[in-house]
Structures are given as C-alpha cells and as structure tokens.
C-alpha cells in the first residue's frame, strides 16, 4: 500500500519560513519523480516545484522561484521543500505526488495528470 504523508505545515508570518517534509512508503521513492502542488481555496490544484527521480533537476513555478527549494533523500524516502519569504498569497493546502511515468520530460511533470500517488495534503497559512 503506497502512502505519501506531508508534514510541516502551520501557520507563519509573512516574510517567514516554512519546512514541509513528505514521507512515503510501499514504493520505490527512486524510482518516482516527485512534485509539490498547492491548492487555495476555490482554486485549481497548481504545481510548485518537482524534482527528477535523482535530484540533480528540478523546476519551479514562477511565483515561488528564488523563494522555495525543494529536495529528496531517496536514502529516507522522503522530500522537502523549504520555504522562505512566505507571502500571503502561498496561503494554501500543499500536496506531494509521486510518478513513475516512462517518457515525460520535466517541463511535463508540472502537471496533476503525471503523477500516480498524492498525500492528503498539509495547510500552510501566512498571515500579513
């Protein structure tokens, strides 16, 4: 039974940091490329940040670029994403997914449809 298990979420002060952790199991995590989505209220599900089954590529969502960095340790099954100079507009439900989809590139994994497993999501509140 593969589980995805977000942590870390909370609530912070704009301009404040944030660590999410997504722990997984029942999968080879190496094998899986992995993403970071987000979903406010009354708004579609959007990708902030995936990473390549090693970790040496990554890409960003243009509004948490230079802000947002996001990692593995396929050692621990687990992903990252730090957070930094939190704005209030990043006030959302975030989500990690898994996919292990031969033959997408990673300007095709920013998107919902690429990934096999998601978590049950962790609220991150900025306030102002």
């Known amino acids: 039974q593969v589980q995805l298990v977000e942590s870390g979420g909370g609530l912070v002060q704009a301009g404040g940091s944030l660590r999410l952790s997504c722990t997984t199991s029942?999968?080879?995590?190496?094998?899986?490329?992995m993403g970071w989505f987000r979903q406010a209220p009354g708004k579609e599900r959007d990708w902030v940040a995936v990473?390549?089954?090693?970790?040496?590529?990554?890409n960003y969502a243009d509004s948490v670029k230079g802000r947002f960095t996001i990692s593995r340790d396929n050692a621990k099954n687990t992903m990252y994403l730090q957070m930094n100079s939190l704005k209030p507009e990043d006030t959302a439900v975030y989500y990690c997914a898994a996919g292990n989809s031969i033959g997408y590139t990673m300007l095709q994994i920013n998107t919902p449809r690429a990934y096999d497993y998601w978590g049950q999501g962790t609220q991150v509140n900025v306030s102002s």
């Open positions: 029942g999968l080879t995590f190496s094998s899986n490329y």
């Open positions: 990473i390549s089954r090693t970790g040496v590529n990554t």
